[in-house]
């Protein structure tokens, strides 16, 4: 069983950055490995996706993150990173990270609470 884990969340004013870090038991850069990503749940919502990162290294971004975030890793440390400038209200949620194998087996972690408010 892989074992992903979150941190970097906390409290932020409007406006302000986050940096969001996910590590895995295993090598998440692997060849049995396809997607990693970033997923959100707002209190009364469904989770949605942020951000995501394929192998061969296409993103992809919900729009209302476009430009302001941005994901990235580092695959020597074995981590995923969810970089979150200009941050606003409604980016207030708990932050999952997701990995996928080729093989469509999603791994999530517990997540992170993230709260933007003055």
């Known amino acids: 069983q892989v074992e992903l884990a979150e941190s970097g969340g906390g409290l932020v004013k409007p406006g302000g950055s986050l940096r969001l870090s996910c590590t895995a038991s295993?090598?998440?850069?692997?060849?049995?490995?396809?997607?990693v990503g970033w997923y959100r749940q707002a209190p009364g919502k469904q989770r949605e996706l942020v951000a995501t990162?394929?192998?061969?290294?296409?993103?992809l971004y919900a729009d209302s993150v476009k430009g302001r975030f941005t994901i990235s890793r580092n695959t020597a440390e074995n981590r995923v990173y969810l970089q979150m400038n200009s941050l606003k209200p409604e980016d207030t949620a708990v932050y999952f990270c997701?990995?996928?194998?080729?093989?469509?087996?999603?791994?999530w972690g517990p997540g992170t609470q993230v709260t933007v408010s003055s």
């Open positions: 295993e090598n998440m850069f692997t060849s049995n490995w396809n997607v």
């Open positions: 997701n990995a996928r194998t080729y093989a469509g087996i999603n791994y």
């Open positions: 990162r394929t192998r061969p290294g296409t993103t």
